[in-house]
């Protein structure tokens, strides 16, 4: 098992960037596919982007495409999201999961593919 635990959040302007990180409990990280989500108030949860356990394939949302980059340190057990350009939009808690994939170097989209989930970390963009 892993728990993963976000951090990075915080107040900033729009057009600053902030990064991310998503460190993992336990010595298996390397076998767990990671997914960043975010969601707003009143809005569903959205995938923003995936990496697979090698780290080798990304798949961003289109809102975040361009500006949002997923990456990870399996040495460290720590996944990162680094967002640049952000926007007012970009408002949100955001969160990372992991999902069990030993064999596999897939990418997933859907929130019940993740079994492990951190408790998010707020990102909040003023105008």
């Known amino acids: 098992q892993v728990r993963p635990v976000e951090s990075g959040g915080g107040l900033v302007q729009a057009g600053d960037s902030l990064r991310l990180s998503c460190a993992a409990s336990?010595?298996?990280?390397?076998?767990?596919?990671m997914g960043w989500f975010r969601q707003a108030p009143q809005k569903e949860r959205e995938l923003i982007g995936t990496?697979?356990?090698?780290?080798?394939?990304?798949n961003y949302a289109d809102s975040v495409k361009g500006r949002f980059t997923a990456s990870r340190d399996n040495a460290r057990n720590t996944a990162y999201l680094q967002m640049n350009s952000l926007k007012p939009e970009d408002t949100a808690t955001y969160y990372c999961?992991?999902?069990?994939?030993?064999?596999?170097?897939?990418?997933?989209?859907?929130?019940?593919?993740?079994?492990?989930w951190g408790q998010g970390t707020q990102v909040t963009v003023s105008s």
């Open positions: 336990g010595n298996t990280f390397s076998e767990y596919a």
């Open positions: 990496i697979t356990r090698s780290g080798s394939a990304f």
């Open positions: 999961a992991a999902h069990w994939t030993p064999y596999g170097d897939g990418y997933y989209r859907q929130p019940d593919d993740y079994e492990y």
